[in-house]
């Protein structure tokens, strides 16, 4: 079994490491970064994902932005230990991550990443979205949580008010969840003796 927890400050040093671990030297001068430089994080879905033995396997964290006047959730960044990836560990953070979203009730989110993995968690190529350059447009993707919420909204992305931005009368955020490790689920599913 994993747990995912909503990162505090004690996590931090060891997410820094992971990202550091994950992603090429030099990451915080990509430009997404410019969106992210001294606007706080929307703390509830900045989750880590800890084994059995409370060892860091991955991390994710989300930025407010957005577009004109609406407000959009920047996913990112996601990493898994390069010991685990290809385990489903980072579809896990991903679905848990976009399900405590809905629950916030937020609309629409928007990363910058590859189609072919993210496609699988219903993430479209936004092709009116500008993210700062130099951004390659192909790598510009959306979701929308709530139906059409990513319909007319068009144009250059920014930063968000130093405020946090969570919708207004949002349930309160879910705390830890234990989640059984892909591997486990996919042994259940195949196993007949499970259902006697
Ligand atoms: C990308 C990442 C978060 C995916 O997490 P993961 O736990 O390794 O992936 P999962 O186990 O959930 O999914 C594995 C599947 O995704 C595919 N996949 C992983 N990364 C991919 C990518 N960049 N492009 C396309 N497919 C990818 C795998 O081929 C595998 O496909 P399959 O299900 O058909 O076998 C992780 O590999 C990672 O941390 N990579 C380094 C950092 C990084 O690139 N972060 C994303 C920045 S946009």
Same mark, same amino acid.
């Given at each position: 079994m994993f747990e995912i927890c909503p990162e505090t400050p004690a996590d931090e040093p060891e997410v820094e490491a992971l990202y550091d671990l994950c992603f090429?030297? &030099? #990451?915080?001068?990509?430009?997404?970064y410019r969106l992210r430089d001294g606007v706080p994080r929307v703390a509830e879905l900045c989750l880590v994902l800890r084994d059995p033995g409370c060892t860091l396997m991955a991390a994710i964290r989300y930025w407010p932005a957005r577009i004109g006047r609406r407000n959009l959730l920047l996913l990112g960044p996601i990493a898994v230990h390069p010991t685990a990836q290809g385990e489903g560990l980072g579809g896990l953070l991903m679905r848990d991550s976009l399900a405590r979203a809905r629950r916030m009730r937020f609309s629409r989110v928007l990363l910058v990443g590859d189609a072919p993995y993210y496609s699988r968690f219903g993430f479209q190529r936004l092709d009116d979205v500008l993210m700062p =350059? =130099? *951004?390659? /447009?192909? #790598?510009v993707l959306g979701l929308e949580l #709530?139906?059409? @919420?990513? $319909? &007319? $909204?068009?144009g250059q992305v920014t930063r968000a008010p130093?405020? /946090?931005? *969570?919708?207004?009368? @949002? /349930?309160v955020a879910q705390p830890c969840a234990t989640v059984a490790s892909p591997k486990e689920a996919a042994h259940d599913t195949i196993d007949p003796s499970a259902h006697r």
């Open positions: 090429a030297p &030099g #990451r915080t001068a990509l430009s997404s =350059p =130099p *951004t390659n /447009p192909d #790598r #709530r139906p059409g @919420a990513w $319909v &007319g $909204v068009a130093a405020a /946090p931005t *969570t919708p207004s009368h @949002a /349930p």
